[in-house]
């Protein structure tokens, strides 16, 4: 949900030079054109931010490996640099993030709760030049971006009520004299490999609620928003420093795919929670098992809106520009794919295109912009690639379809009407604001062409029908994690578990009991009878 809120820090606008660059972050560039020295980004100071940033946080700052470099989606410009973690610091941030759990897991759920709510005020205080930082590193707009850091505010006001809340049941014993509980530990170590697209959410989702179960957590960010990551490590590490807590706690290596792959063959590693692509969360799950540790996977969504004859177009219309557009197409729970009644086709691709001519496209840190850049060159060519072959599917173009020729990676969104729902490209998950266009006739069609895709995150029914409502709630409805009446596929809540099925992982992150995923649960029998009954009255004497 975008936020109303006024950045007057970015009334002024850098001023944009073209530059020919062939990846999103490459090797040190002159310092004298990074955005952080110029006086109209002094803010980034704001966040301990400056030219050269170490990487790696274990309770000391450091990092030994390569130096790479972030730019700006908007104008292409190189930020700052960032000095990533060696394997090295990895194999010393792991032994550091293991002592500190001995610490942190000895201090009561509630007490680990008031930091947790510590790190969330902090955060508040910072909400709004973080939000800045994530416009300017990711891309999205900055309603977007501080929107992020209110979601990780939010998930640990969410965290510090569970901290006084997380138990098992005691159960009723078929035995005299005893009694049967479940006792739920933390696992130790979480690792967090976390996408560059909400760079500082979806590591918010994992850390608050692992926190307070009694973990610490190890983090990787996306190289190409490093400079979030180390942001978001500093905030953290000021809170734990000022408790006289080990900083290894909430540790952070910045780095690659070595940092990734070490991450999940480490078996001290216990749990690895992975968001990102379905091919790389493949792997990343392959390794996990293959050591037969535990992994939380967020991956791939090609999410559909099935619109019926009866829908209320008044909320169709906003819902599948937001679910189809925001933050460039670039959200797991994006709009892919729109199902539309034959009896309403027609006019909702019209009244539709009607409005994706009224985006307001522009600067991300521009308070008036609703749609900014893709977040590297490699997504604007994946645009263009997948356009084309939508029409060589046999699709038409009925907007946009091309790159918009100014500084920066801007594409137009677009709409893609008359293929058939079981072409190949529309099978496909493509991270760019690209929509597809079905015409269904019946209900049980348009169900199954919902189900279809090998992703099961997102999805969302428009329509009055009480009866299509629960048959879409229920067990030949929807197969997704997310399963919406009247709203769009994206924005969800941080109070329900967020995740998806099949390709998607089956991972559940945040609210609900999502908590569970983090600890262990024992079983436990006490006899406090002087008698000695086995169960299912089996007598062994």
Same mark, same amino acid.
């Given at each position: 949900?975008?936020?109303?809120?006024?950045?007057?820090?970015?009334?002024?606008?850098?001023?944009?030079?073209?530059r020919v660059l062939s990846f999103s972050f490459r090797p040190t560039a002159p310092m004298s054109t990074l955005l952080v020295s110029q006086p109209q980004y002094a803010w980034l100071r704001e966040l301990g931010l400056k030219e050269d940033n170490e990487g790696v946080y274990n309770g000391?700052?450091?990092?030994?490996?390569?130096?790479?470099?972030?730019?700006?989606?908007?104008?292409?410009?190189?930020?700052?640099?960032?000095?990533?973690?060696?394997?090295?610091?990895?194999?010393?941030?792991?032994?550091?993030?293991?002592?500190?759990?001995?610490?942190?897991?000895?201090?009561?759920?509630?007490?680990?709760?008031?930091?947790?709510?510590?790190?969330?005020?902090?955060?508040?205080?910072?909400?709004?030049?973080?939000?800045?930082?994530?416009?300017?590193?990711?891309?999205?707009?900055?309603?977007?971006?501080?929107?992020?850091?209110?979601?990780?505010?939010?998930?640990?006001?969410?965290?510090?009520?569970?901290?006084?809340? $997380? %138990?098992?049941? =005691?159960?009723?014993? !078929? +035995?005299?004299?005893?009694?049967?509980?479940?006792?739920?530990?933390? @696992? *130790?170590?979480?690792?967090?490999?976390?996408?560059?697209?909400?760079?500082?959410?979806?590591?918010?989702?994992?850390?608050?609620?692992?926190?307070?179960?009694?973990?610490?957590?190890?983090?990787?960010?996306?190289?190409?928003?490093?400079?979030?990551?180390?942001?978001?490590?500093?905030?953290?590490?000021?809170?734990?420093?000022?408790?006289?807590?080990?900083?290894?706690?909430?540790?952070?290596?910045?780095?690659?795919?070595? $940092? %990734?792959?070490? =991450?999940?063959?480490? !078996? +001290?590693?216990?749990?690895?929670?992975?968001?990102?692509?379905?091919? @790389? *969360?493949?792997?990343?799950?392959?390794?996990?098992?293959?050591?037969?540790?535990?992994?939380?996977?967020?991956?791939?969504?090609?999410?559909?809106?099935?619109?019926?004859?009866?829908?209320?177009?008044?909320?169709?219309?906003?819902?599948?520009?937001?679910?189809?557009?925001?933050?460039?197409?670039?959200?797991?729970?994006?709009?892919?794919?729109?199902?539309?009644?034959?009896?309403?086709?027609?006019?909702?691709?019209?009244?539709?295109?009607?409005?994706?001519?009224?985006?307001?496209?522009?600067?991300?840190?521009?308070?008036?912009?609703?749609?900014?850049?893709?977040?590297?060159?490699?997504?604007?060519?994946?645009?263009?690639?997948?356009?084309?072959?939508?029409?060589?599917?046999?699709?038409?173009?009925?907007?946009?379809?091309?790159?918009?020729?100014?500084?920066?990676?801007?594409?137009?969104?677009?709409?893609?009407?008359?293929?058939?729902?079981?072409?190949?490209?529309?099978?496909?998950?493509?991270?760019?604001?690209?929509?597809?266009?079905?015409?269904?006739?019946?209900?049980?069609?348009?169900?199954?062409?919902?189900?279809?895709?090998?992703?099961?995150?997102?999805?969302?029914?428009?329509?009055?029908?009480?009866?299509?409502?629960?048959?879409?709630?229920?067990?030949?409805?929807?197969?997704?994690?997310?399963?919406?009446?009247?709203?769009?596929?994206?924005?969800?809540?941080?109070?329900?578990?967020?995740?998806?099925?099949?390709?998607?992982?089956?991972?559940?992150?945040?609210?609900?009991?999502?908590?569970?995923?983090?600890?262990?649960?024992?079983?436990?029998?006490?006899?406090?009878?002087?008698?000695?009954?086995?169960?299912?009255?089996?007598?062994?004497?």
């Amino acid at each position: 949900m975008l936020l109303k809120l006024s950045l007057a820090a970015f009334s002024r606008r850098a001023f944009l030079r073209e530059r020919v660059l062939s990846f999103s972050f490459r090797p040190t560039a002159p310092m004298s054109t990074l955005l952080v020295s110029q006086p109209q980004y002094a803010w980034l100071r704001e966040l301990g931010l400056k030219e050269d940033n170490e990487g790696v946080y274990n309770g000391t700052w450091g990092g030994r490996g390569e130096v790479v470099t972030t730019y700006c989606p908007a104008n292409n410009e190189p930020i700052a640099r960032v000095r990533q973690a060696s394997l090295e610091d990895y194999e010393e941030t792991v032994k550091k993030a293991k002592e500190a759990w001995k610490v942190w897991a000895e201090i009561p759920a509630p007490k680990r709760g008031e930091i947790v709510r510590q790190i969330g005020d902090s955060l508040r205080q910072k909400i709004k030049v973080l939000g800045n930082l994530v416009s300017l590193e990711m891309g999205k707009i900055v309603v977007e971006g501080v929107g992020e850091v209110q979601e990780y505010v939010d998930v640990c006001d969410y965290a510090v009520g569970l901290s006084r809340m $997380i %138990g098992g049941p =005691m159960l009723p014993s !078929e +035995r005299p004299g005893h009694a049967l509980i479940e006792q739920w530990n933390p @696992v *130790g170590l979480v690792g967090i490999i976390t996408a560059f697209n909400f760079p500082v959410a979806v590591y918010g989702w994992n850390n608050a609620i692992a926190l307070v179960c009694g973990n610490v957590c190890l983090w990787k960010g996306a190289p190409t928003t490093s400079l979030v990551s180390v942001a978001v490590a500093k905030i953290i590490a000021q809170v734990l420093e000022a408790n006289k807590l080990p900083g290894a706690i909430c540790s952070l290596t910045c780095g690659g795919a070595d $940092i %990734g792959k070490a =991450m999940a063959k480490d !078996e +001290r590693v216990d749990l690895l929670s992975f968001t990102g692509s379905t091919n @790389v *969360g493949k792997q990343v799950a392959l390794m996990v098992q293959d050591r037969f540790g535990r992994s939380l996977l967020e991956l791939g969504g090609n999410n559909a809106i099935t619109v019926f004859g009866d829908a209320d177009l008044n909320l169709v219309i906003p819902s599948a520009l937001f679910a189809a557009v925001g933050t460039t197409g670039q959200r797991c729970t994006t709009a892919r794919r729109l199902l539309l009644h034959e009896s309403i086709h027609d006019e909702v691709v019209e009244k539709l295109t009607k409005a994706y001519a009224q985006i307001r496209i522009g600067d991300p840190w521009d308070v008036n912009t609703l749609y900014g850049p893709l977040h590297t060159k490699q997504a604007v060519k994946m645009f263009l690639d997948a356009v084309e072959l939508a029409k060589q599917q046999g699709g038409s173009v009925a907007y946009g379809g091309k790159v918009i020729e100014r500084p920066g990676n801007y594409v137009e969104p677009t709409i893609v009407t008359g293929l058939p729902h079981n072409a190949s490209i529309v099978q496909t998950e493509t991270f760019a604001p690209i929509l597809y266009v079905l015409k269904f006739k019946t209900e049980e069609e348009a169900f199954a062409w919902n189900n279809e895709v090998k992703q099961g995150l997102s999805s969302s029914i428009f329509t009055k029908d009480l009866g299509k409502i629960f048959r879409w709630l229920g067990p030949k409805g929807s197969d997704c994690g997310v399963v919406n009446v009247n709203i769009p596929t994206s924005g969800a809540e941080i109070g329900g578990a967020f995740g998806g099925e099949k390709h998607t992982g089956g991972g559940r992150e945040s609210g609900s009991d999502s908590w569970k995923q983090y600890m262990r649960r024992s079983t436990c029998t006490i006899n406090y009878s002087k008698d000695l009954p086995l169960a299912q009255g089996i007598k062994f004497q």
